[in-house]
């Protein structure tokens, strides 16, 4: 569906329960981009969060601002009865090129609620 984040090479996803320690769960790096966040609920998918780095912040790159939001993601989790989260994070710069990562998120969040009629939830 977004296909401004097919061209990232650098990109991953990790899974974060409950019980998990999002130090230890989280694989994305030290760099910039943006991040998308799933709630897996009773085999259910649904798009919940779409974010990236602030870089006005003294925490620089996807794996300290997604770690800083741990505890919120867990609380989540909880509130909201879902097995998981799903987090996908896209590094949006390379040696050649450097893609704002507001741009991007701001491009995906128009792109969501072109189709869905709405931005995912937790960006209210």
Not at 1 to 24: G, S, T
């Amino acid at each position: 569906m977004f296909d401004e984040l097919e061209k990232y090479k650098e990109k991953d996803h990790f899974f974060l329960r409950a019980n998990d320690d999002i130090n230890v769960v989280c694989n994305a790096p030290s760099k910039n981009g943006v991040y998308l966040i799933y709630s897996l609920n009773r085999g259910r998918i649904e798009l919940v969060f779409i974010g990236c780095t602030d870089l006005t912040i003294d925490a620089p790159g996807l794996k300290d601002q997604i770690i800083l939001r741990g505890k919120f993601l867990k609380t989540k989790i909880k509130e909201e009865g879902a097995d998981a989260l799903d987090i996908y994070w896209y590094v949006t710069s390379s040696v050649k090129k450097i893609d704002n990562p507001k741009e991007i998120e701001l491009k995906i969040l128009h792109r969501h609620k072109t189709v869905y009629k709405t931005i995912p939830r937790w960006n209210k």
